[in-house]
């Protein structure tokens, strides 16, 4: 999925994104709309003086948020049944609607600044008329990265952030892809750039965890090698330790689990408990929803536990 820069004129407002509606026309106009975007409704009277200085401030305000929310107008006077029944006792007042239900409101003519902040509470995630749903591509470039292509992945990913540069899970996301193909410099380069009030973000933590572990295994030598250690002095905790790092290195997650289970049931108290810390660490790089940090809780829990 391609991300289109915006031009640098504004857009224009869609047709129908300020409207005035009725009686009729309610549920069309504001209960039914709310279920794709969010809807202000603003309740006015010819007669009321604080409406005529809010409505061109609720005007400019949806304009600016370029197709996050509508705005529907409703005059009282005219029709006083949807008011009534929604306990309006004084006007302006303005409901938000958002997936067919009233979600906020406010009375009275308050500023600019209160109906822009108003605004983004009610449309947090929604993206504007014309813009990339990040979410959406950000989803795309996770299955695709699942699914093994790094190269295609990383491409959504910088996508992304040519769009945003501070996406965290972008900037996560494209260090992984750095870190599936070996790239383990460009993958720290890439974290990097994560500020430090944010360093604490679950996928930021998982990609540091694995990019920690990559590098602690560039250190521990083949893995054939170390089999043979372990194979010939079983209670060679090192070895058994430096051939579990090596194992998850090639992807072996199960394996490099049994390794460190060896080493927590034999000797728990092992190298300040490290065999255990380095499961844990294994957990966070591979994830909380995956099947072997699943599996490896359950029985890591199994032998502390007994």
């Not at 391609?2 to 106009?29: H, M, N, R, W, Y």
């Not at 990040?134 to 992945?153: F, K, Q, Y």
């Not at 790239?183 to 974290?191: F, G, I, N, P, Y």
């Not at 990609?207 to 194979?231: F, N, R, T, W, Y």
Request: hydrophobic content about 45%.
């Amino acid at each position: 999925m391609t991300i289109v820069e915006q031009g640098g004129s504004t857009p224009q407002a869609a047709p129908d994104l300020i409207k005035e509606t009725t009686t009729q026309t309610f549920v069309k106009d504001v209960i039914e709309e709310s279920r794709r975007q969010p809807v202000m409704i603003d309740f006015w009277a010819p007669w009321c003086g604080p409406c005529r200085q809010l409505t061109p401030i609720l005007e400019k305000a949806v304009r600016n948020a370029k197709g996050r929310v509508k705005l529907v107008k409703m005059n009282i006077d005219e029709h006083p049944q949807i008011p009534g029944q929604m306990g309006i006792q004084s006007i302006p007042a303005v409901i938000a609607f958002v997936g067919g239900q009233p979600a906020d409101g406010f009375m009275g003519a308050v500023p600019e600044s209160q109906v822009n902040a108003f605004i983004e509470k009610i449309t947090k995630g929604v993206p504007a008329a014309g813009e990339p749903n990040l979410a959406e591509i950000l989803a795309e470039a996770e299955a695709v990265l699942a699914e093994g292509d790094a190269s295609a992945a990383a491409q959504i990913y910088a996508e992304v952030l040519a769009h945003d540069a501070t996406n965290i899970a972008a900037l996560a996301g494209l260090a992984k892809c750095y870190l599936t193909t070996d790239a383990v410099e460009q993958a720290k380069q890439t974290l990097a750039m994560v500020p430090e009030s944010k360093r604490n973000d679950a996928a930021v933590k998982a990609v540091q965890a694995a990019i920690d572990l990559a590098e602690q295994a560039q250190s521990v030598g083949p893995v054939a090698e170390l089999e043979q250690k372990v194979a010939a002095n079983p209670l060679d905790h090192q070895a058994r330790f430096d051939l579990a790092t090596a194992l998850n290195a090639t992807g072996k997650r199960v394996e490099a689990t049994e390794q460190l289970l060896a080493i927590v049931k034999r000797d728990r108290k092992w190298n300040d408990d490290g065999a255990r810390k380095q499961l844990v660490q294994f957990f966070e790089a591979w994830g909380g929803t995956d099947e072997a940090t699943v599996e490896g809780r359950k029985r890591l829990s199994t032998i502390l536990f007994s």
